[in-house]
């Protein structure tokens, strides 16, 4: 069982930057993958970016370049460094994790990208 915890989350200025985290608790060591979706609202939830256990990552091609994942030797926590942020950045992002057989969520937390 893992349970994840987003922070960092707010209002940012069109070019800004803006450090998500996310820290997990539980089994950590039973996590796989690390990574973090966003829905913006009336759209389907996303993938944007993920990280695994062996340091593959994977980035959406609309935050390629601009955002970086990045998560510490413990596996416990997860971030993501956005950059040069756009208004269609703005959605409530979640931190996800692949535990074994299992997956975990984030309770989510909001992106404000606007002038």
């Known amino acids: 069982q893992v349970q994840l915890v987003e922070s960092g989350g707010g209002l940012v200025q069109p070019g800004g930057s803006l450090r998500l985290s996310c820290s997990a608790s539980g089994d950590i060591w039973t996590i796989k993958t690390l990574g973090w979706h966003r829905q913006a609202p009336g759209k389907q939830r996303e993938l944007v970016a993920l990280?695994?256990?062996?340091?593959?990552?994977k980035y959406a091609d609309s935050v390629q370049g601009r955002f970086t994942i990045s998560r510490d030797n413990a596996k416990s926590t997860v971030y993501l460094q956005m950059n040069s942020l756009k208004p269609e950045d703005t959605a409530v992002y979640y931190c996800?994790?692949?535990?074994?057989?299992?997956?975990?969520w984030g309770q989510g937390i909001q992106v404000t990208v606007s002038a």
């Open positions: 990280v695994t256990d062996i340091g593959t990552i």
């Open positions: 996800h994790s692949i535990n074994g057989p299992y997956g975990s």
